[in-house]
């Protein structure tokens, strides 16, 4: 079955650390882009967080979590971190990973094809 799976949230004081793990099985990520959004509640829109590309020679980092989050992938895994150091009661959202076939980053969430099921991250004292 082709999915992604993230893992590694919860709940933190502000100020603390959390990394977060996207496990892909069923397909190899090694040619995909890999895409952390997050949601936060109220309705709004889902943003681009950060974004790796299948070369690990790009990354892009919302200027909201530069300095403070650090994207990773270990292709001998099949899974890609979100390091998150710092963390705000802002960061405070459910975080989804996906893929996109490309070579190109690209932080537009329809441009993503296979989404995880989201992983819940609350910052609050």
């Known amino acids: 079955q082709v999915q992604l799976v993230e893992s590694g949230g919860g709940l933190v004081q502000p100020g603390g650390s959390l990394r977060l793990s996207c496990a892909a099985s069923?397909?190899?990520?090694?040619?995909?882009?890999i895409g952390w959004f997050r949601q936060a509640p109220g309705g709004k829109e889902r943003e681009g967080v950060s974004?790796?590309?299948?070369?690990?020679?790009?990354?892009y980092y919302a200027d909201s979590v530069k300095g403070r989050f650090t994207i990773s992938r270990d292709d001998a895994k099949n899974t890609v971190y979100l390091q998150m150091n710092s963390l705000k009661p802002e960061d405070t959202a459910v975080y989804y990973c996906?893929?996109?076939?490309?070579?190109?980053?690209?932080?537009?969430?329809?441009?993503?094809?296979?989404w995880g099921q989201g992983t819940q991250v609350t910052v609050s004292s």
């Open positions: 069923g397909f190899t990520l090694d040619y995909y882009v």
């Open positions: 974004v790796i590309s299948a070369s690990k020679g790009s990354t």
């Open positions: 996906a893929t996109r076939r490309s070579t190109r980053i690209a932080v537009t969430p329809d441009l993503y094809d296979l």
